[in-house]
């Protein structure tokens, strides 16, 4: 330990003839504390919210959708899907069939949403499809066609797995009567539940082959979504299908399908910081207080040290230690009791919110180091800034004029 950080540490913890002083210590070090807590505690929160909404929405859509500007539906998709295949970053690329239909279950009938995909080529990227609720993935061969319904969907209509459901389309059939709407009778195969309250209150599943005879489109695809290893990448691996794809297909990432909602919550993220920062360095003005009144306090302790041999960078290094000293142990502390607050938030799921409002059950709580290394960083630096001012002044006090009248 060296001479300065040893004289820091003893004017930090002596409690005989400086008690206000140490009052405003610990106040310092607490408003830290707070400060730190706080800011850990709101970036996770607005982390670990963007993080789950954004897991629930890209489990249950694609990370790019590929489409038809003609509206007509992609024929050929089979071999598109495979050139999509064959680019670098690229998971799975499966087609979508899709409709809106009116569905009729035993309680009573509610728009929906059917959607037709490859199960087989979903299942291996989708472990809400994998582990359903109740039920099993629909097969050929049965005595009626299955549909998988979202859990809340099925709640609303009042259809379990076994029921039987009338779908009716908007595509019409021509019958002696004139055009008719299509109708379709399906059996519940199973339930499933993503975690995303509007895609299970509004989507029922099939096989694409029955959604193709369902909505005419047999032989084409609604449009083809594509998984990728890295959801950031989109941009860019849509560049690379636009390039080896004709050019009447259209491509959009997941990004400018919910564009407006992540950026909503990275500009709240943003403000939230630099708000909650306000209170750190509200904080840090307490250990500029402190430290001027050390240095009035200590001021024929400071001559004493000089008329021995102390030089004033000295002096200077004592007080700059012992403002960083403040500084570390309320980023320390309030540190561990953000973390801390995470950790038992997490456990026990203690703030529930609204689902159909905000998608999750709870509010989540995620660190990232990125963010937990940028808010130690600054409150280091705001802490380390402060003590500049009164280390300087006690580094200029005139050793004969401190001890003139000892």
Known sequence: MTFELFVAR????????????????????????????????????????QGDVQDKILGATSHVMVSDLGGQGLAGYEGLAE?????????????????????????????????????????PGAPWLRNLEAGTVPEAGGAREGLLLGRELSLRIGAQVGDVVDV?????????????????????????????????????????????????????????QVKL?????????????????????????????????????KLEKTIMFLTITLIVIVAALNIIATLILMVMEKTRDIGTLMAMGATPRMVNRI????GALIGVI????????????????????L????????????????????????????????????TLFPARRAARIDPVVALKYE
């Open 83 to 123: 050139r999509i295949r064959s680019l670098p970053g690229v998971e799975s690329a499966s087609p979508v069939v899709y409709g809106t239909v009116l569905i009729t279950g035993v309680g009573e009938s509610s728009g929906a949403l059917v959607k037709g995909l490859d199960f087989d080529k979903e299942r």
């Open 351 to 386: 703030i529930k919110i609204p689902v159909d409002i905000y998608q999750i059950s709870h509010v989540p709580f995620r660190t990232r180091p990125r963010d937990l290394a940028l808010i130690v960083g600054v409150t280091l630096l705001i802490s380390l800034v402060s």
């Open 10 to 49: 003893r004017y930090l913890t002596a409690r005989r003839k400086q008690a206000f002083i140490s009052v405003i210590t610990t106040i310092s070090a607490a408003g830290i504390a707070i400060g730190v807590a706080a800011l850990v505690i709101a970036i996770a929160l607005i982390t670990g919210f």
């Open 330 to 349: 309320g980023t320390a502390l309030g540190t561990a009791l953000g973390l801390g607050w995470c950790v038992l938030a997490n456990t026990f799921e």
């Open 168 to 224: 009716v389309t908007a595509s019409s059939t021509l019958s002696p009567l004139g055009p008719l709407p299509k109708r379709k009778r399906f059996q519940v195969a199973g339930i499933f539940s993503t975690g995303l309250y509007e895609f299970d209150n509004s989507t029922a599943l099939a096989a694409i082959g029955v959604a193709q005879r369902l909505f005419g489109l047999e032989g084409r695809a609604s449009y083809i």
């Open 229 to 265: 290893a890295d959801i950031f990448a989109a941009p860019a691996v849509g560049e690379r299908i636009k390039a080896v794809l004709p050019a009447a297909v259209y491509i959009t990432t997941w990004m400018e399908l919910n564009k407006s909602l992540f950026s909503a919550l």
């Open 319 to 322: 007080f700059f230690f012992q």
